[in-house]
């Protein structure tokens, strides 16, 4: 009997080492990351995103304004709408299981909508290295990253996008040490 149930729980223990090794990356929140990029030495990167209409992206959505433009896509309230959420909110198309409690759509386009769910690189022990974060979930974004949202397609709104113009405006590197 003793036998029967430590190989239950050891087979329990490995199907749990198994699955966890497997489970998606969560969503935590613009707040989660704010706690470090806040600060000056890591170039005060929340600045930089909280001066940028990114951080205004949900808040936009419920401008007249867009109100005007979604009716004439048949859409009766932006902020509600998949086809305009899934660009103005970080994570708005992932599975509830994969939003920590902490996640908030109403930050618009935060941290994570660029460098991905952050739940497995927050730590300052993972950041520190950058092939830990990345190999945690980070994702140093691209062009092909910005243009999954920055199309004409269903973009009322759209302007012709340039990378590097853009990306000059949105830039937060570290600084150099």
Request: a positive charge; glycine letters at 6%.
């Amino acid at each position: 009997m003793v036998r029967k149930l430590v190989s239950i729980f050891t087979i329990l223990g490995v199907l749990f080492l198994f699955s966890a090794s497997f489970a998606a990356h969560k969503y935590v929140g613009e707040k989660k990351c704010k706690m470090c990029h806040k600060l000056e030495k890591y170039g005060n990167q929340q600045e930089v995103w909280e001066n940028s209409l990114h951080s205004k992206a949900f808040e936009t959505l419920g401008t007249a304004k867009a109100k005007e433009a979604a009716k004439k896509l048949g859409i009766d309230d932006p902020q509600k709408s998949e086809k305009c959420l899934r660009c103005h909110v970080a994570g708005y198309d992932a599975p509830a299981e994969e939003k920590a409690a902490t996640y908030s759509m109403e930050e618009g386009v935060s941290c994570e909508a660029c460098h991905g769910p952050g739940s497995d690189y927050k730590k300052m022990k993972v950041m520190k290295d950058k092939d830990a974060a990345i190999a945690a979930g980070l994702i140093m974004p691209k062009e092909k990253t910005c243009k999954k949202c920055h199309t004409p397609e269903g973009n009322e709104f759209y302007k012709e996008f340039n990378y590097e113009k853009f990306w000059a405006k949105i830039a937060h590197p570290l600084p150099k040490k």
